[in-house]
């Protein structure tokens, strides 16, 4: 069985300052990870995928992730916020080879002028 | 290539009615599978198909079924509509169901009166 807690419900940030979204995971199995974000009244976009290469994931739009085995996390991260980027963000677990996802709560990124 | 597509965007029915969404994947793409977005819940995943097979299902009642065509494309089927069943239905693709990456489309936003 897999599970996500993503420790905030909403999280508040000035323009240009840094992002950070929390994320731990719990999974049986080796897991591949990824974040999506969702703008209002849109579809799910991915943000970056981790499958056991690199700890680190760059993601688009600046946006990177690092996997932490020893803390079961999958943190995100962007050095400055931009007003764009206020949409609900996703962490989501799944089985590595298998594809049904697992998602997060929601983390709702609010960002201020 | 064009994204993932689902038809309708918006739908209005009654309750005990019963409505058909559906879903059109990336060309290429042979794995379908969808997910249901409330507010109280999040986002749950429905079932998979992959070459016109079930593969997984979630844990939803029986009046949600779906099904997959020789094309890849995916409708999915609520009988006896409960107002419950309010939601975004939200379908996404993957090449297959080893774990690719799986690409959302826009949903169908559900309401029942």
């Known amino acids: 069985a897999q599970s996500v807690t993503q420790l905030d419900s909403h999280v508040s940030v000035s323009e240009g300052t840094p992002v950070l979204l929390r994320c731990n995971y719990s999974?049986?199995?080796?897991?591949?990870l990824f974040w999506y974000v969702q703008h209002p009244n849109k579809g799910l976009q991915l943000l970056l995928k981790?499958?056991?290469?690199?700890?680190l994931v760059k993601g688009i739009n600046g946006f990177e992730a690092e996997f932490k085995k020893s803390e079961t996390s999958f943190h995100l991260t962007k050095p400055s916020a931009h007003m764009s980027d206020a949409a609900e963000y996703f962490c989501?677990?799944?089985?590595?080879?298998?594809?049904?996802?697992?998602f997060g709560k929601g983390t709702m990124l609010l960002v201020s002028p | 290539k064009a994204g993932v597509t689902q038809t309708p965007r918006y739908l209005i029915k009654t309750r005990g009615q019963q409505v058909t969404l559906s879903c059109s994947p990336i060309?290429?793409?042979?794995?379908v599978s969808w997910y249901q977005q409330t507010p109280g819940q999040g986002l749950q995943f429905l079932f998979e198909?992959?070459?016109?097979?079930?593969?997984n299902k979630g844990n939803f009642p029986g009046r949600f079924s779906g099904r997959q065509f020789s094309n890849s494309r995916s409708e999915m089927n609520v009988s006896t509509l409960e107002l419950g069943d309010s939601a975004l239905y939200l379908c996404?693709?993957?090449?297959?169901?080893?774990?690719?990456?799986?690409?959302f489309g826009p949903g169908t936003r559900l309401l029942v009166l």
């Open positions: 989501v677990v799944s089985v590595s080879g298998y594809s049904t996802l697992t």
């Open positions: 981790y499958t056991s290469a690199a700890t």
């Open positions: 060309s290429g793409h042979r794995s």
């Open positions: 996404a693709s993957s090449l297959d169901p080893s774990g690719e990456t799986q690409y």
């Open positions: 198909y992959f070459s016109e097979t079930q593969r």
């Open positions: 999974s049986s199995y080796s897991p591949s």
